[in-house]
Protein backbone atom coordinates (compact mmCIF):
# COMPACT_ATOMS: atom_id res chain seq x y z
CA UNK A 1 0.00 0.00 0.00
CA UNK A 2 1.51 2.95 -1.23
CA UNK A 3 2.16 5.88 2.06
CA UNK A 4 3.21 9.15 2.07
CA UNK A 5 5.84 10.72 4.87
CA UNK A 6 4.09 14.64 5.80
CA UNK A 7 5.34 14.91 8.94
CA UNK A 8 2.94 17.63 9.94
CA UNK A 9 -0.07 14.77 10.11
CA UNK A 10 2.27 12.97 12.75
CA UNK A 11 1.92 12.84 16.13
CA UNK A 12 4.68 15.05 17.94
CA UNK A 13 6.96 12.90 19.71
CA UNK A 14 9.11 13.22 22.75
CA UNK A 15 11.23 10.63 24.47
CA UNK A 16 11.91 10.77 27.96
CA UNK A 17 15.36 9.12 28.10
CA UNK A 18 18.47 8.81 25.79
CA UNK A 19 20.28 5.31 26.77
CA UNK A 20 20.14 2.88 24.40
CA UNK A 21 16.50 2.45 23.79
CA UNK A 22 16.28 6.05 23.37
CA UNK A 23 18.70 6.30 20.89
CA UNK A 24 17.05 3.12 18.93
CA UNK A 25 14.03 4.77 18.84
CA UNK A 26 15.38 7.57 17.45
CA UNK A 27 16.87 4.98 14.59
CA UNK A 28 14.07 3.12 14.06
CA UNK A 29 12.01 6.58 13.71
CA UNK A 30 14.33 6.96 10.12
CA UNK A 31 12.65 3.94 9.28
CA UNK A 32 9.23 3.49 10.06
CA UNK A 33 7.66 7.01 10.09
CA UNK A 34 5.16 6.67 12.77
CA UNK A 35 5.71 9.98 14.27
CA UNK A 36 7.90 13.20 14.06
CA UNK A 37 10.51 13.50 16.70
CA UNK A 38 10.40 16.80 17.87
CA UNK A 39 12.10 16.22 21.36
CA UNK A 40 14.17 14.29 23.17
CA UNK A 41 15.25 14.49 27.27
CA UNK A 42 17.30 13.28 29.80
CA UNK A 43 18.91 13.94 33.00
CA UNK A 44 21.78 16.62 31.28
CA UNK A 45 19.27 18.45 29.57
CA UNK A 46 16.28 18.55 26.42
CA UNK A 47 16.80 19.31 22.82
CA UNK A 48 13.42 20.48 20.97
CA UNK A 49 12.55 21.76 17.70
CA UNK A 50 8.63 21.39 16.86
CA UNK A 51 8.91 20.85 13.46
CA UNK A 52 11.15 17.64 14.16
CA UNK A 53 14.53 16.49 14.84
CA UNK A 54 17.60 15.93 12.87
CA UNK A 55 17.37 12.75 13.68
CA UNK A 56 20.76 11.25 12.15
CA UNK A 57 22.54 14.25 13.66
CA UNK A 58 20.97 13.38 16.81
CA UNK A 59 22.27 9.93 17.12
CA UNK A 60 25.68 10.88 16.24
CA UNK A 61 26.19 13.77 18.91
CA UNK A 62 23.86 11.33 21.56
CA UNK A 63 26.32 8.41 20.86
CA UNK A 64 29.33 9.90 21.08
CA UNK A 65 28.51 12.21 23.89
CA UNK A 66 26.24 9.99 26.13
CA UNK A 67 24.05 13.19 26.99
CA UNK A 68 21.82 15.53 25.52
CA UNK A 69 23.40 18.54 26.67
CA UNK A 70 26.23 17.99 24.51
CA UNK A 71 23.86 18.66 21.43
CA UNK A 72 23.82 21.60 19.56
CA UNK A 73 20.93 23.43 20.24
CA UNK A 74 20.02 21.39 23.31
CA UNK A 75 18.93 23.59 26.44
CA UNK A 76 21.03 22.11 29.49
CA UNK A 77 19.11 22.03 32.95
CA UNK A 78 19.64 19.81 35.89
CA UNK A 79 16.04 19.77 36.38
CA UNK A 80 15.21 18.70 32.49
CA UNK A 81 11.68 16.97 32.45
CA UNK A 82 9.91 19.96 34.94
CA UNK A 83 11.57 22.61 32.17
CA UNK A 84 10.63 21.26 29.45
CA UNK A 85 7.17 20.32 30.08
CA UNK A 86 6.65 23.86 31.77
CA UNK A 87 7.86 25.75 28.46
CA UNK A 88 6.40 22.65 25.51
CA UNK A 89 3.59 20.39 27.26
CA UNK A 90 1.33 21.73 24.94
CA UNK A 91 3.53 21.58 21.95
CA UNK A 92 3.71 17.39 21.58
CA UNK A 93 0.93 15.01 20.96
CA UNK A 94 2.17 11.72 22.86
CA UNK A 95 5.67 10.81 25.05
CA UNK A 96 7.34 7.76 25.29
CA UNK A 97 9.22 6.71 28.34
CA UNK A 98 12.41 5.29 27.67
CA UNK A 99 13.53 5.62 30.92
CA UNK A 100 14.49 3.32 34.15
CA UNK A 101 11.94 1.83 35.89
CA UNK A 102 14.70 2.05 39.08
CA UNK A 103 13.32 2.70 41.48
CA UNK A 104 9.89 1.64 41.11
CA UNK A 105 8.22 5.29 42.21
CA UNK A 106 10.28 6.54 39.22
CA UNK A 107 7.97 6.39 36.30
CA UNK A 108 4.80 6.99 38.70
CA UNK A 109 6.77 9.70 39.93
CA UNK A 110 7.54 11.69 36.59
CA UNK A 111 3.64 10.69 35.91
CA UNK A 112 2.35 12.87 38.43
CA UNK A 113 4.47 15.76 37.91
CA UNK A 114 3.04 15.55 34.12
CA UNK A 115 -0.72 15.43 35.86
CA UNK A 116 -0.21 18.50 38.07
CA UNK A 117 2.08 20.33 36.69
CA UNK A 118 1.88 20.68 33.17
CA UNK A 119 -0.90 21.26 30.23
CA UNK A 120 -0.45 18.22 28.54
CA UNK A 121 -3.39 16.18 27.47
CA UNK A 122 -1.88 13.71 24.97
CA UNK A 123 -0.66 10.11 25.12
CA UNK A 124 1.76 8.61 27.23
CA UNK A 125 3.07 5.43 26.17
CA UNK A 126 5.87 3.36 28.56
CA UNK A 127 7.70 -0.33 28.42
CA UNK A 128 7.33 -0.59 31.89
CA UNK A 129 8.26 -3.82 33.41
CA UNK A 130 7.38 -4.33 37.33
CA UNK A 131 4.21 -5.24 38.63
CA UNK A 132 4.23 -2.88 41.74
CA UNK A 133 5.09 0.33 39.67
CA UNK A 134 1.93 -0.57 37.26
CA UNK A 135 -0.21 -1.09 40.30
CA UNK A 136 1.51 2.58 41.28
CA UNK A 137 -0.24 4.13 37.88
CA UNK A 138 -3.49 2.81 38.39
CA UNK A 139 -4.06 4.82 41.27
CA UNK A 140 -4.00 7.99 38.61
CA UNK A 141 -6.55 6.32 36.39
CA UNK A 142 -9.44 9.23 37.32
CA UNK A 143 -6.73 12.15 37.33
CA UNK A 144 -5.24 10.97 33.74
CA UNK A 145 -9.10 11.20 32.67
CA UNK A 146 -9.32 14.52 34.04
CA UNK A 147 -6.05 15.97 32.33
CA UNK A 148 -7.51 13.87 29.02
CA UNK A 149 -4.14 12.03 29.07
CA UNK A 150 -3.98 8.59 27.42
CA UNK A 151 -1.15 6.41 29.05
CA UNK A 152 -0.77 3.32 27.71
CA UNK A 153 1.80 0.68 29.94
CA UNK A 154 3.65 -1.93 29.58
CA UNK A 155 3.91 -1.78 25.77
CA UNK A 156 7.12 -3.09 25.23
CA UNK A 157 8.03 -6.79 24.11
CA UNK A 158 7.02 -8.24 27.81
CA UNK A 159 5.18 -6.59 28.65
CA UNK A 160 3.43 -5.58 25.62
CA UNK A 161 3.95 -7.73 22.57
CA UNK A 162 3.99 -11.40 24.34
CA UNK A 163 0.58 -10.21 26.88
CA UNK A 164 -0.76 -9.21 23.52
CA UNK A 165 -0.51 -12.13 21.96
CA UNK A 166 -1.53 -14.32 25.00
CA UNK A 167 -4.53 -12.32 24.70
CA UNK A 168 -5.61 -12.73 21.98
CA UNK A 169 -4.67 -16.46 22.10
CA UNK A 170 -6.76 -17.02 25.06
CA UNK A 171 -9.65 -16.56 23.15
CA UNK A 172 -10.03 -20.05 22.23
CA UNK A 173 -10.63 -21.10 25.74
CA UNK A 174 -13.43 -20.60 28.44
CA UNK A 175 -10.71 -21.15 30.96
CA UNK A 176 -7.23 -20.24 31.52
CA UNK A 177 -4.76 -22.84 33.30
CA UNK A 178 -1.26 -20.84 32.60
CA UNK A 179 0.37 -18.35 30.49
CA UNK A 180 4.60 -19.03 30.60
CA UNK A 181 7.07 -15.95 28.84
CA UNK A 182 10.08 -17.24 28.33
CA UNK A 183 12.35 -15.02 26.83
CA UNK A 184 16.04 -14.54 25.40
CA UNK A 185 18.16 -11.02 25.12
CA UNK A 186 21.42 -10.45 23.59
CA UNK A 187 23.56 -8.22 23.91
CA UNK A 188 27.24 -7.37 23.22
CA UNK A 189 27.87 -4.51 25.35
CA UNK A 190 25.56 -4.52 28.94
CA UNK A 191 26.58 -0.97 29.34
CA UNK A 192 24.31 0.36 25.90
CA UNK A 193 21.17 -0.71 28.24
CA UNK A 194 22.59 0.27 31.96
CA UNK A 195 19.21 0.41 33.22
CA UNK A 196 17.56 -2.31 31.91
CA UNK A 197 20.29 -4.76 32.86
CA UNK A 198 20.13 -3.49 36.32
CA UNK A 199 16.28 -4.00 36.05
CA UNK A 200 17.64 -7.80 35.70
CA UNK A 201 19.88 -8.08 38.17
CA UNK A 202 17.15 -6.69 40.69
CA UNK A 203 14.89 -10.22 39.71
CA UNK A 204 18.10 -12.48 40.93
CA UNK A 205 18.08 -14.38 44.06
CA UNK A 206 19.60 -11.69 47.39
CA UNK A 207 19.23 -8.76 44.98
CA UNK A 208 16.01 -6.18 45.40
CA UNK A 209 15.35 -2.91 43.41
CA UNK A 210 17.13 -0.62 46.35
CA UNK A 211 20.26 -2.91 46.21
CA UNK A 212 20.36 -2.33 42.54
CA UNK A 213 19.94 1.19 42.64
CA UNK A 214 22.50 1.68 44.64
CA UNK A 215 25.44 -0.44 42.67
CA UNK A 216 28.33 1.44 40.61
CA UNK A 217 28.93 0.33 37.27
CA UNK A 218 32.03 -1.69 38.89
CA UNK A 219 29.92 -3.66 41.20
CA UNK A 220 27.66 -4.76 38.13
CA UNK A 221 30.89 -5.76 36.06
CA UNK A 222 31.58 -7.65 39.04
CA UNK A 223 28.74 -9.72 39.18
CA UNK A 224 28.33 -9.99 35.64
CA UNK A 225 31.85 -11.83 35.56
CA UNK A 226 30.95 -13.62 38.46
CA UNK A 227 27.86 -14.75 35.94
CA UNK A 228 30.41 -15.62 33.26
CA UNK A 229 27.84 -12.51 31.71
CA UNK A 230 24.63 -14.62 31.86
CA UNK A 231 21.65 -13.61 33.92
CA UNK A 232 18.98 -16.25 34.13
CA UNK A 233 15.54 -15.18 36.18
CA UNK A 234 12.59 -17.20 36.95
CA UNK A 235 9.38 -16.37 38.89
CA UNK A 236 10.08 -12.25 38.10
CA UNK A 237 7.64 -9.76 38.72
CA UNK A 238 6.43 -8.74 35.82
CA UNK A 239 3.63 -7.00 35.00
CA UNK A 240 2.36 -8.93 32.33
CA UNK A 241 0.81 -11.18 35.16
CA UNK A 242 -1.38 -7.61 36.33
CA UNK A 243 -2.16 -6.64 32.81
CA UNK A 244 -3.17 -10.00 31.79
CA UNK A 245 -5.95 -9.99 35.53
CA UNK A 246 -6.56 -6.09 34.50
CA UNK A 247 -7.73 -7.22 30.92
CA UNK A 248 -9.97 -10.34 32.34
CA UNK A 249 -7.58 -12.92 30.65
CA UNK A 250 -6.60 -14.85 33.64
CA UNK A 251 -5.83 -14.25 37.49
CA UNK A 252 -2.24 -12.92 38.26
CA UNK A 253 -1.05 -16.20 39.98
CA UNK A 254 -2.10 -18.07 36.42
CA UNK A 255 1.24 -16.14 34.69
CA UNK A 256 5.10 -16.74 35.15
CA UNK A 257 7.79 -14.62 33.41
CA UNK A 258 11.31 -15.97 33.19
CA UNK A 259 14.07 -15.73 30.67
CA UNK A 260 17.98 -15.53 30.50
CA UNK A 261 20.49 -12.55 29.14
CA UNK A 262 23.40 -12.97 27.38
CA UNK A 263 25.24 -9.63 28.00
CA UNK A 264 28.14 -10.55 26.19
CA UNK A 265 27.03 -11.84 23.07
CA UNK A 266 24.53 -10.28 20.52
CA UNK A 267 22.80 -13.61 20.04
CA UNK A 268 19.68 -14.39 21.71
CA UNK A 269 20.32 -17.52 24.20
CA UNK A 270 17.04 -19.25 23.69
CA UNK A 271 13.60 -18.40 21.78
CA UNK A 272 11.41 -15.96 23.20
CA UNK A 273 7.70 -17.17 23.23
CA UNK A 274 4.47 -17.23 25.16
CA UNK A 275 2.73 -20.86 25.80
CA UNK A 276 -0.87 -20.44 26.78
CA UNK A 277 -2.91 -23.27 27.97
CA UNK A 278 -5.93 -23.49 28.67
CA UNK A 279 -9.29 -25.73 28.37
CA UNK A 280 -11.86 -24.91 25.20
CA UNK A 281 -15.18 -25.36 25.50
CA UNK A 282 -15.40 -28.89 24.76
CA UNK A 283 -13.35 -30.10 27.54
CA UNK A 284 -9.99 -30.83 25.28
CA UNK A 285 -6.61 -28.82 26.84
CA UNK A 286 -4.14 -27.32 24.59
CA UNK A 287 -1.73 -24.79 24.37
CA UNK A 288 -1.03 -21.94 22.03
CA UNK A 289 2.84 -20.95 21.09
CA UNK A 290 3.52 -17.43 20.19
CA UNK A 291 7.35 -17.29 19.08
CA UNK A 292 9.09 -14.68 18.28
CA UNK A 293 11.82 -14.60 15.44
CA UNK A 294 15.80 -14.92 16.62
CA UNK A 295 16.82 -12.31 14.51
CA UNK A 296 14.52 -10.01 15.93
CA UNK A 297 16.44 -7.63 18.34
CA UNK A 298 15.29 -6.32 21.78
CA UNK A 299 15.52 -3.16 20.56
CA UNK A 300 12.98 -4.06 17.52
CA UNK A 301 10.76 -5.87 19.98
CA UNK A 302 10.09 -3.03 22.56
CA UNK A 303 10.49 -0.12 20.45
CA UNK A 304 8.72 -1.40 17.25
CA UNK A 305 5.85 -2.63 19.70
CA UNK A 306 6.09 1.07 21.31
CA UNK A 307 5.74 2.46 18.32
CA UNK A 308 2.27 0.54 17.49
CA UNK A 309 0.49 1.23 20.68
CA UNK A 310 1.68 5.15 20.81
CA UNK A 311 -0.31 5.09 17.04
CA UNK A 312 -3.30 3.17 18.46
CA UNK A 313 -3.14 5.65 21.62
CA UNK A 314 -3.16 8.94 19.40
CA UNK A 315 -5.75 7.19 17.51
CA UNK A 316 -8.63 5.90 20.63
CA UNK A 317 -7.60 9.43 22.19
CA UNK A 318 -7.80 12.02 19.18
CA UNK A 319 -11.22 10.42 17.59
CA UNK A 320 -12.74 8.87 20.31
CA UNK A 321 -12.06 10.89 23.09
CA UNK A 322 -10.52 7.73 25.60
CA UNK A 323 -8.10 8.84 28.22
CA UNK A 324 -6.72 7.29 31.60
CA UNK A 325 -4.89 4.02 32.50
CA UNK A 326 -5.03 0.91 29.77
CA UNK A 327 -2.00 -1.95 29.25
CA UNK A 328 -0.84 -3.41 26.34
CA UNK A 329 -3.26 -6.36 26.91
CA UNK A 330 -6.55 -4.24 26.19
CA UNK A 331 -5.36 -2.26 23.02
CA UNK A 332 -4.32 -3.49 19.52
CA UNK A 333 -1.30 -1.52 18.11
CA UNK A 334 -1.36 0.05 14.90
CA UNK A 335 1.52 -0.41 12.59
CA UNK A 336 1.29 3.23 11.01
CA UNK A 337 -1.36 6.11 11.57
CA UNK A 338 -4.29 5.52 9.58
CA UNK A 339 -3.90 9.20 8.19
CA UNK A 340 -0.43 8.31 5.78
CA UNK A 341 -3.05 5.87 4.22
CA UNK A 342 -3.37 7.24 0.51
CA UNK A 343 -6.05 4.30 0.57
CA UNK A 344 -9.74 4.52 2.35
CA UNK A 345 -10.85 1.62 3.79
CA UNK A 346 -13.68 2.21 1.25
CA UNK A 347 -11.21 1.77 -1.35
CA UNK A 348 -8.92 -1.23 -0.20
CA UNK A 349 -12.33 -3.00 0.29
Given at each position: ????????????????????????M??????????????????S??????N???????????L?????????????????????????????????????????????N???????Q?????V??????????????????????????????GC??????????A????????E??????????????????????R???????????????????????????????????V??????????????????????V?????????????????KI???????K??????????????????????????????????????????T???V??????????????????
Amino acid sequence: MATVSLKSELPKLAIFGAGGLGIEMVKLLKKRQAANLVAMVDQSGYVFDENGLNDEQLIVNSLRAKSIAAIENSVQSSKSISEFLERNSTKIDAIFYALPNLPNEFIPNITKEIINQSEFNGVIVDALKRTKAVKMLSEFNSQLQEKNILYLTGCGATPGMLTSAAAVAAQSFVEIESVKITFGVGISNWKAYRATIREDIAHLKNFNVEKVSQMTEEQIDKELEDRNGILELVDMEHADDIMLEMAGICDADKVTVGGIVDTRNPQKPVSTNVKITGFTYEGKKSTHTFTLGDETTMAANVNGTVLGFLNAGVNLHKNYGISGLRTAAEVMPRFNPVKIHKKSLAEII
